[in-house]
């Protein structure tokens, strides 16, 4: 009698000592069915490929490539696509699938019996490797035919290196196109701000930063000019005003001789002129031009004192009536000081002209400087972003040469699709040994259930239980 659900030892004996025939006929009955089962129903055969991700030939360093997406999420993206219905129909029509439920079952769902049969899985690094990266991937197709299977994995592997081939190239072309259209603008940028300067530069000549110290070095050159100049000027009006002083005495001189002689009308000449001598002594040095022609006048006035006094009176006045070369050689020397007065006086306004240029080109330097310095800014920001492009750019090109050469990162099929031997369900073997075993587990439960339900009495203890009461 079995206490409290527990099986005691005894009572297992019991029970399969009086039932044992019901494990081994559970258990063939049950393997049997297995066997049988795993004869009838369906076979599935699964065709695996896998492809390799190879790495470019040239260091990603030196030429950067297009694509960095991860290759999980560029695997999912082509996954989506090549499982699509308008990818799997085709395949559908090719190989002639499913060709028992066409008349009764909807294209959709054709496609979605065709879609579960097909699975991605992605082979993961290996442990210990410095590259994350994906190294490839599985394609498993199953179906009911081994040589379907084949046939349909060697399809989707294709579609796959097909897909990412035409995606790598189609995006690098995407890539290159948008950098030529920005490169484009930029170089239009570029030139603007080139040609904004220019004319700024034409605009400003002469007021720029960098002439800055170039316009001070010429002013102070020009005020050095304009006050040479200036005492230029200043000596060549002195000059005049003596030659005129000098020009006046003579004609009064040659007036008095022609009206006879008049010693002291010479005499006061000299007086003057020898005060005038002092005069300039007392300012310039013996060597000075003033000084050598002031001394040289009353030297002449001398002679002629003499000369009047040693001739005769009956000389003929007629002779005094032409101007005597001191008196021609004045006039001469006065239209020279006026030539060189307007001289200096003309290259004193010009002196003045330019320094005023000069000065202007100064004063306007901080401000000419600031809107340099801002044009020069935009311009040099509009050269960065055309170089950076330009890198960028050819950068694209040339992986773009790689991907036409296939020289960049490829699907490459490792293993080729395999053709199944054996069908992958059901398995003989394994349906075998569950149904062997799950008939024996079965009998366990059986005798269990057998040994359950028996309410007879065979221990003492059985007594005492049951009608609780001691046993003499």
């Known amino acids: 009698m079995v206490r409290n659900a527990q099986l005691s030892f005894d009572d297992a004996r019991r029970v399969l000592r009086r039932y044992w ?160 259209q920005r490169l484009d603008e930029a170089k239009n940028k570029l030139d603007e701000q080139d040609a904004k300067l220019a004319l700024f530069k034409r605009q400003y000549l002469g007021s720029l930063p960098e002439e800055e110290q170039t316009n001070l070095s010429l002013l102070m050159g020009t005020n050095t000019q304009l006050e040479a100049n200036t005492q230029a000027l200043s000596r060549a009006q002195q000059d005049k005003t003596f030659t005129e002083s000098m020009l006046a005495q003579q004609e009064a001189n040659l007036k008095a001789q022609n009206s006879g002689p008049n010693p002291e009308s010479l005499d006061q000449q000299l007086s003057a002129m020898q005060d005038n001598l002092v005069a300039l002594e007392a300012k310039y040095t013996p060597e000075h031009p003033d000084v050598v022609k002031a001394q040289h006048a009353v030297d002449e006035l001398k002679k002629r004192i003499e000369a009047q006094q040693k001739a005769p009176p009956s000389l003929d006045t007629a002779t005094h009536l032409s101007e005597p070369p001191q008196i021609q050689q004045l006039r001469a020397k006065l239209r020279q000081d006026d030539l060189n007065i307007a001289d200096l006086t003309k290259r004193q306004s010009q002196i003045q002209n330019e320094t005023r240029v000069l000065q202007g080109r100064v004063q306007a330097s901080p401000v000419v400087e600031q809107q340099f310095k801002e044009m020069t800014r935009n311009y040099q920001t509009a050269s960065e972003n055309y170089n950076d492009l330009l890198k960028k750019h050819n950068s694209s090109e040339l992986a773009g040469v790689l991907e036409s050469q296939q020289e960049s990162e490829q699907f490459k099929v490792f293993d080729p699709p395999s053709l199944p031997n054996q069908p992958s369900f059901p398995n003989k073997v394994v349906f075998a040994s569950g149904g062997f075993g799950g008939g024996f587990v079965l009998g366990l439960g059986f005798l269990y259930l057998l040994a359950a339900s028996d309410k007879s009495l065979h221990t003492e203890r059985d007594v005492e239980l049951a009608l609780k009461l001691p046993v003499l």
């Open 21 to 180: 025939w019901i494990l081994p006929i559970t258990t063939v009955l049950i393997g049997v069915a297995a066997v049988v089962a795993s004869n009838v129903l369906p076979k599935r055969y699964i065709s695996q490929t896998m492809v390799l991700v190879e790495q470019p030939t040239v260091s990603p360093e030196l030429v950067k490539p297009v694509i960095t997406e991860d290759l999980n999420h560029r695997l999912s993206s082509m996954q989506e696509q090549i499982l699509s219905r308008t990818r799997l129909q085709p395949i559908i029509e090719k190989f002639g699938l499913y060709a028992s439920d066409r008349g009764t079952t909807h294209i959709e769902d054709l496609v979605d019996r065709l879609r579960t049969a097909v699975k991605i899985t992605p082979l993961e690094p290996m442990a210990g490797t410095q590259n994350r990266q994906l190294p490839g991937f599985y394609i498993n197709v199953t179906f009911n035919d081994a040589h379907v299977a084949q046939q349909i994995c060697t399809e989707i592997t294709s579609m796959f290196l097909e897909q990412n081939a035409r995606e790598r190239k189609q995006q690098s072309k995407e890539t290159t196109d948008f950098f030529q």
